[in-house]
């Protein structure tokens, strides 16, 4: 099934494993819950021996366990859960997984856009329908936030931020109330939400001043705040779990060599040291440096070694698709880009001791930088 699908919600692509969670699975479970808080947490951070499972349940979110442990406790109160960090964090990501180990449906979700509308998170109308028969629930469009109030299921909302006031002021009586009242029918006019129904919602900490939360609506969410993850061992596990998904989904036979693998690491650090240090906007890449994006670059890398190389991953490579990755503005990433490759990338393939690959890494970025200026 997933074969047709270009990327598959979380409840479909774990089916096997949720199912077979759910059979051993003997602990309470908070309302309509599909698992319990253990087995949620299980899901998503991975199985350890001490568990004692007849198999193991790989991890599938790299972050600190308390975060996950808050956001499950969150869930099983009739408080929302607004998850915020930097772009490339993982917010979604755990967003999904959590739904999917709770609700086994992580699609209910409306995306925050300047354009979102009150309707988006309540109802509206088919046209042809009220026209032909009158406004009836029949003819009624629910929101993905009350088709998740009417399962008892959790719903989701993408960049809160981003949405206007007026939509953020309409989720407020949704947390508060847990209903909503649809004033042109004269019966059947409101829709209750039935126990085990909440609202994770995630926020870009980089959108600050563009839509601020009300402290009404701040004070029905309990805040997870997501970092940015700056442990390399970790950073590399999250790096090599995705690429891992990549590969498969692309029917790709290759091998992200450990050495190219290490310079992508030590070089998203050093950007993030360089961008900490500097002393103006001007001065810093507009990329945010996360480890989203490190496995962005190493796709593109993987992609073009694929369709365009030798099959074979190499530095020369890795290195454009570092520089053609994050070169977003024009003069100004290109010029940051090469004082980076001209004071920090040159210095460390000529010392002593240092890899091969720092070469070919070296004339990869160098090359796409002359290219792209």
């Known amino acids: 099934m997933t074969d047709d699908m ?120 088919n046209v042809s329908m009220v026209i032909a028969k009158g406004q009836s629930r029949a003819s009624m469009i629910p929101s993905p936030i009350m088709t998740a109030m009417e399962g008892g299921v959790i719903g989701r909302f993408e960049e809160l931020t981003r949405s206007t006031s007026d939509v953020q002021d309409a989720l407020i009586s949704i947390l508060s109330e847990k209903y909503v009242s649809i004033p042109e029918l004269d019966d059947d006019n409101i829709v209750f939400a039935k126990p085990g129904f909440s609202i994770i919602a995630t926020a870009n900490s980089r959108d600050r001043g563009v839509n601020d939360l009300s402290s009404a609506l701040k004070r029905r969410f309990n805040f997870v705040r997501v970092p940015v993850v700056t442990n390399k061992r970790s950073e590399a596990e999250i790096v090599r779990f995705r690429t891992a998904e990549l590969l498969r989904r692309h029917r790709i036979e290759l091998e992200v060599p450990p050495s190219l693998l290490d310079i992508l690491l030590q070089s ?17 890449l507009e990329s945010a440096l996360s480890t989203a994006e490190q496995i962005g670059v190493l796709e593109d890398a993987i992609l073009h070694s694929q369709f365009f190389g030798d099959r074979a991953l190499t530095a020369r490579t890795l290195g454009g698709s570092l520089v053609g990755s994050l070169a977003r503005r024009s003069p100004e990433d290109l010029a940051i880009l090469n004082k980076f490759w001209h004071g920090v990338v040159e210095p460390r393939s000529k010392k002593d001791g240092a890899d091969p690959s720092w070469q070919g890494f070296l004339e990869g970025g160098r090359q796409a930088i002359s290219t792209l200026s």
């Open 268 to 284: 998203f650090a050093d950007l993030r040291a360089a961008a900490a240090s500097a002393t103006g906007d001007d001065d810093r």
């Open 6 to 125: 270009l990327r598959a919600p979380a409840e479909v692509k774990y089916a096997e494993e949720l199912d077979w969670l759910e059979s051993v699975d003997d602990a309470p479970k908070p309302f309509s819950w599909r698992l319990s808080p253990k087995m949620v947490r299980l899901f998503v951070l991975g199985s350890e021996p001490s568990d004692g499972l007849d198999r193991e349940i790989p991890q599938k979110w790299f972050g600190d366990r308390s975060f996950v442990e808050r956001s499950i406790v969150t869930l099983a109160s009739d408080r929302g859960l607004l998850l915020i960090g930097d772009p490339g964090t993982g917010k979604s990501w755990l967003a999904e997984l959590l739904s999917a180990a709770i609700s086994r449906n992580s699609t209910l979700v409306v995306q925050g856009t300047a354009g979102t509308t009150e309707d988006h998170i309540k109802y509206s109308w």
